[in-house]
């Protein structure tokens, strides 16, 4: 790989926080990452539950970080109880949305045509997406990690103008590592990363593969961010539990920047 792509940390909040924690939990990201020569060198992103995402983006201004929903439905607007458009989180000032993270492909069994259509909905509404995939440890375990991700991103991207795909950032997420505090080894998650840009080659080309982003999620912490981020492979990564501290959450985003220096 030649010159690394602009790297992208996001800080996937979940169902945690509570309105007064979320604005201060902001406040305190926009003013460590304000304070740093960094806000230039990548894309911050921090994705807070529906319900706070105005107080935030008012806490926000301009930024940095950027804006980002936790998911998106996959229809306009209409009889879809509990769902939220892509008009409403651009009305929000939302650019970024989740597609497809294990706690919804696999924890609520949403299938891949609908995570196929989210995406579609995300890109073609000017929304920017971070598309996930990942095997479980079964899948792991019994050699099938390659199919898998294969499998998921095909029916994720099938039909996907290639003009879009600046508008997307991969995130290989393994289920094993989630929230439980097992990294995946630096050198699995490369190898993960090369299967996932050659899927995107055969599916469009090598160049494209390559200026794609693809990012690491799975326990990383401002402790072993900077080593997976040094794999030429891995652009950044979809940070859980430690995008909850600002202070992590910035140094985490220091890593990824130092990919540029
Ligand atoms: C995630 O939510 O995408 C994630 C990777 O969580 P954690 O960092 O807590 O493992």
Same mark, same amino acid.
Request: net charge negative; proline share 4%.
């Given at each position: ?9 996001g ?10 924690? =979320?604005?201060? @939990?902001a406040?305190?990201?926009?003013? !460590?990452?304000?304070? $740093?020569?960094? *806000?230039?060198d /990548? %894309? ?20 940095p970080?950027?804006?980002? =929903?936790?998911? @998106?439905?996959d229809?306009?607007?209409? !009889?879809?109880?509990? $769902?939220?458009? *892509?008009?409403? /989180? %651009? ?20 299938p ?6 989210? @995406? ?34 095909r ?19 393994p ?43 799975g ?20 940070v859980?539990?430690?995008s ?16 540029l220096?």
């Open positions: 790989m030649n010159h690394p792509n602009r790297p992208f940390v800080g996937n909040w979940k169902m945690n926080l509570r309105l007064a924690s =979320a604005v201060e @939990l406040e305190d990201v926009h003013a !460590a990452l304000s304070n $740093q020569p960094l *806000a230039a /990548l %894309d911050a992103v921090v994705f807070p539950p529906y319900p706070y995402l105005q107080a935030v983006g008012r806490a926000l201004g301009h930024g970080p950027q804006l980002g =929903a936790q998911d @998106l439905a229809h306009e607007d209409g !009889a879809f109880t509990g $769902q939220v458009s *892509a008009g409403m /989180l %651009d009305d929000l000032d939302a650019r970024w949305v989740i597609v497809g993270h294990s706690e919804r492909r696999h924890g609520l069994e949403e891949e045509s609908v995570l196929h259509r989210k @995406l579609v909905r995300a890109l073609t509404s000017d929304l920017k997406a971070v598309f996930c995939v990942g095997e479980t440890l079964a899948e792991r375990e019994s050699g099938m990690a390659e199919e898998v991700l294969a499998r998921q991103v029916s994720g991207f099938s039909g996907v103008d290639q003009g879009l795909l600046a508008s997307v950032v991969l995130a290989y997420e289920v094993w590592a989630i929230g439980t505090g097992r990294t995946a080894h630096p050198d699995d998650a490369s190898q993960a990363h090369r299967w996932i840009r050659s899927t995107l080659a055969d599916l469009y080309d090598a160049e494209l593969a390559a200026a794609t982003r693809v990012v690491y999620g326990s990383v912490t401002a402790a072993n961010a900077a080593e997976l981020f040094s794999r030429p492979e891995i652009d950044g990564g979809l859980g539990g430690a909850l501290k600002a202070e992590t959450f910035a140094a985490i985003c220091r890593a990824a920047a130092a990919r220096a």
